[in-house]
């Protein structure tokens, strides 16, 4: 028996330049039917006689909701998961300055040895009211507090590998004033929320490869979402995959796939709650010749369930070799 497990670890090591995938989803399960973004409404913060308590409870109870989606992850090999953006409300009201990080040290250990023993790698991925190239200035005030916000959480989360990722935004006064602003806005962060960015592109305005030429000039990693490059970009995407791969500097990739809701024009743009799996497969099939390992995620509207009915349509129709329940060799 030992001599046939040492065998099939060499198998696996040995595959040579084929490309390993994992996939992920976001912020929430379908299974167990949790969240970790329960509200607080600002207009009920301030009607509240006992606010502070009431915000301090809601902010536990995320806490502990993020603390089983980490360990359902880990008992089902999820390694990719998006945290919400909503972990602690009103934390980027203009007059919020309740401690966040002091009064759950507990919790937030607890959540940090999970992510480390399980080896879950964790992002954020800010609103649409997070515009770093915004003309308001109240939108800019709100979009640092936001930045500085999950920044400071991933590094209480311990997370080395830290991804907060961000669309270009605003296209107001045209793209190329659009992305200077853009820019001039980055370099005013702190550098290590510089180097904590990543960008994607957009569904409407800023296509791949303007956000290549962009994640390139400021030298931060771009996400390619296909979906979006689907919607807008009328050219093949897949000769510059390794220049997108290539901004990630030997961390490794990740990628965003959904599926359109219908290919009727007025819902193209919508995630469908599933994963069309021979759109999938082409894609794949496109770039596993690339020297990468790549991250997935799954952006359906299904959420983990869409991931693992993609994976059983996977082991179906292909020859992909899978090192766990969401970890597969392209070969």
């Not at 509240?48 to 880990?74: F, G, H, P, Q, R």
Request: charged share 25%; net charge neutral.
């Amino acid at each position: 028996m030992a001599i046939c497990i040492k065998f099939t670890f060499l198998f696996i090591l040995n595959l040579g330049d084929t490309m390993k995938i994992r996939l992920g989803y976001a912020c929430l399960s379908k299974t167990i039917e949790v969240t970790s973004s329960t509200p607080y409404p600002l207009s009920k913060f301030r009607e509240d006689s006992n606010s502070y308590t009431k915000w301090k409870n809601i902010v536990s109870s995320n806490l502990e909701d993020l603390e089983k989606l980490l360990l359902y992850n880990a008992k089902n090999n999820i390694h990719i998961f998006r945290l919400s953006s909503n972990l602690i409300p009103l934390v980027t009201v203009e007059e919020f300055s309740f401690d966040y990080i002091s009064p759950f040290q507990e919790q937030y250990k607890n959540l940090q040895k999970i992510i480390k023993k399980n080896q879950i790698r964790i992002s954020f991925h800010p609103n649409q009211y997070t515009v770093l190239n915004s003309t308001r200035e109240e939108v800019l005030i709100s979009t640092k507090k936001t930045l500085e916000y999950q920044y400071k959480l991933l590094s209480i989360l311990d997370n080395k590998d830290k991804v907060i990722l961000l669309h270009i935004g605003s296209s107001t006064f045209g793209k190329e004033n659009s992305m200077k602003r853009f820019c001039n806005q980055f370099y005013t962060l702190e550098e290590n929320i510089q180097k904590s960015l990543a960008i994607e592109n957009d569904d409407k305005i800023f296509n791949a490869m303007d956000t290549l030429s962009l994640a390139q000039k400021l030298s931060i990693p771009m996400v390619l979402d296909y979906h979006h490059h689907l919607c807008n970009g009328e050219f093949s995407i897949f000769p510059y995959i390794e220049d997108i791969f290539k901004t990630w500097k030997g961390r490794v990739p990740k990628v965003h796939f959904s599926s359109p809701k219908s290919k009727l024009k007025k819902e193209f743009r919508s995630h469908h709650d599933y994963i069309d799996s021979d759109t999938f497969i082409d894609f794949i099939e496109n770039i596993k010749h690339l020297p990468y390992d790549i991250d997935i995620m799954l952006e359906a509207k299904a959420k983990d369930e869409a991931l693992f009915r993609l994976t059983r349509e996977l082991k179906y129709k292909t020859n992909y070799q899978f090192i766990d329940e969401t970890t597969f060799i392209a070969i």
